[in-house]
C-alpha cells in the first residue's frame, strides 16, 4: 500500500458545485497534515494546515479522522480559478525521519 | 529574499554530465527540503536539512546524488553522471520552524537529460 493515495481524478465540476477530495495514508505517525495546490508546471503552494480534527477557511474544509487515516478536502462554491491539482502531505517525524510526504494529487477542473 | 530562489531555471545535460541546482531559501528558515517531481506525479521526498545537518537523506535515489548546506542557508543539490531517469523537476522547500509547519515552495528547476 502506498503512503499517501488520492484519486488522481480528474474531476470535472460546475462553476458554483461543491467538491471533495478524500486522502489516506498508511503512516499512523503522522502528526499533522497539509493540503497544497498546484497549478500546471507551476511549484505546489500552501493551502490550508490541519493539526487536530478539522480546519477551515473561507469556502475551504479540511477534516482529519485519524482512526481511518484519512483527510478529505471540501471546497464550496467553486470558481474557475480553483482549477488545479491538489495535494495531500502528512508531516512525520520519527527516528531518523522527518519527511512531508506527499499523494500524487487530484486533478480538479471548474467548468463554466 | 521574499521567497525561496531556485537556480537555473532550465538545465538541460548531456548523459553522464554532471549538474549542480542551487536554492536560496527565505532568510533565517531553519529548514530545507529537496524534492523530485517527474511529470504528472506528487513530489517525492529526496532529503532533509535542519540548519547545516542533514537530517534524513532516506530519499535520494542512487549515490550519484549529494546535497550540502554547508553554512545552513543556502543548499546545492549535485547530480553526478546523470542518466535520463534524472529528467524531472527539482522543487526546493524552506520553513521557519523544525517541527510540522507548511512548507514554502521554490519555483523548481526544470532537468532535462538528454
Known amino acids: 500500500r502506498k503512503e499517501v493515495e488520492q484519486d488522481p481524478g480528474p474531476f470535472n465540476v460546475p462553476e458554483g458545485a461543491t467538491v471533495a477530495f478524500n486522502c489516506t495514508y498508511s503512516?499512523?505517525?503522522?502528526?499533522?497534515f497539509f493540503w497544497y495546490r498546484q497549478d500546471c508546471r507551476k511549484e505546489p503552494k500552501l493551502l490550508m494546515s490541519?493539526?487536530?480534527s478539522g480546519n477551515e477557511d473561507g469556502r475551504f474544509t479540511a477534516q482529519l479522522n485519524r482512526a481511518s487515516q484519512y483527510i478529505s478536502l471540501l471546497i464550496r462554491d467553486s470558481k474557475l480559478s480553483d482549477s488545479a491539482t491538489y495535494l495531500c502531505?502528512?508531516?512525520?517525524?520519527?527516528?531518523?525521519?522527518?519527511?512531508?510526504?506527499f499523494g500524487k494529487g487530484t486533478k480538479l477542473s471548474v467548468i463554466p | 529574499g521574499a521567497g525561496v530562489s531556485q537556480s537555473p531555471r532550465y538545465k538541460v545535460a548531456k548523459r553522464g554530465q554532471d549538474v549542480a541546482l542551487r536554492c536560496d531559501p527565505i532568510?533565517?528558515?531553519?529548514?530545507l527540503f529537496w524534492y523530485q517531481q517527474a511529470l504528472g506525479q506528487g513530489p517525492e521526498f529526496l532529503t532533509y536539512?535542519?540548519?547545516?545537518?542533514?537530517?534524513?537523506k532516506s530519499g535520494l535515489p542512487s549515490d550519484r546524488f549529494f546535497a550540502e548546506r554547508p553554512e545552513g542557508s543556502v543548499s546545492t543539490l549535485k547530480i553526478q553522471r546523470t542518466q535520463q531517469e534524472d529528467s524531472a523537476v527539482y522543487l526546493c522547500?524552506?520553513?521557519?520552524?523544525?517541527?510540522?509547519?507548511?512548507?514554502?515552495f521554490g519555483s523548481g528547476t526544470r532537468l532535462t537529460v538528454v
Open positions: 490541519v493539526y487536530s
Open positions: 532568510s533565517g528558515h531553519v529548514s
Open positions: 502531505a502528512p508531516w512525520v517525524v520519527g527516528a531518523g525521519s522527518y519527511q512531508l510526504t
Open positions: 503512516n499512523s505517525a503522522s502528526q499533522s
Open positions: 536539512f535542519q540548519n547545516e545537518a542533514q537530517l534524513d
Open positions: 522547500a524552506s520553513s521557519p520552524r523544525t517541527e510540522n509547519y507548511g512548507y514554502t
